[in-house]
Nanobody
Framework: QAQIVESGGGVVQSGGSLRLSCTAS????????VGWFRQAPGKEREGISC????????YYVDSVKDRFTISRDNERNMAFLELSNLKPEDTADYYC????????????????????WGQGTQVTVSS
């Protein structure tokens, strides 16, 4: 049974850092692109970053570029999102998702592109 579990969320002060982990089981994450999404209360789910399979091409939405870093460890069937210089507006539930397709700058932000989803981990940034 395919499953994704996120971890690493928490409460941090503005300017702080967190490392989110995405652990896959029941399927080989190495064959999938991995996307990170977030959803703040009352807002739609937002795609913020993606790392392709194969060449590991990276995508970031402008609001997190230069602050967040996506990576993957295919041997451990995991992916990560390093969050730094956090701001109160980064407060949201963060989700990891896997896409068997090939992402592009026009597709990675769309939730319907992804095949498997985790349950999310909460990040709260206090001012």
């Amino acid at each position: 049974q395919a499953q994704i579990v996120e971890s690493g969320g928490g409460v941090v002060q503005s300017g702080g850092s967190l490392r989110l982990s995405c652990t896959a089981s029941g399927f080989n994450l190495g064959y999938y692109a991995v996307g990170w999404f977030r959803q703040a209360p009352g807002k739609e789910r937002e795609g913020i970053s993606c790392i392709s399979n194969g060449n590991g091409r990276l995508y970031y939405v402008d609001s997190v570029k230069d602050r967040f870093t996506i990576s993957r460890d295919n041997e451990r069937n995991m992916a990560f999102l390093e969050l730094s210089n956090l701001k109160p507006e980064d407060t949201a539930d963060y989700y990891c998702a896997a896409d068997f397709g090939v992402p592009s700058s026009g597709s990675y932000e769309h939730p319907h592109e992804y095949d498997y989803w985790g349950q999310g981990t909460q990040v709260t940034v206090s001012s």
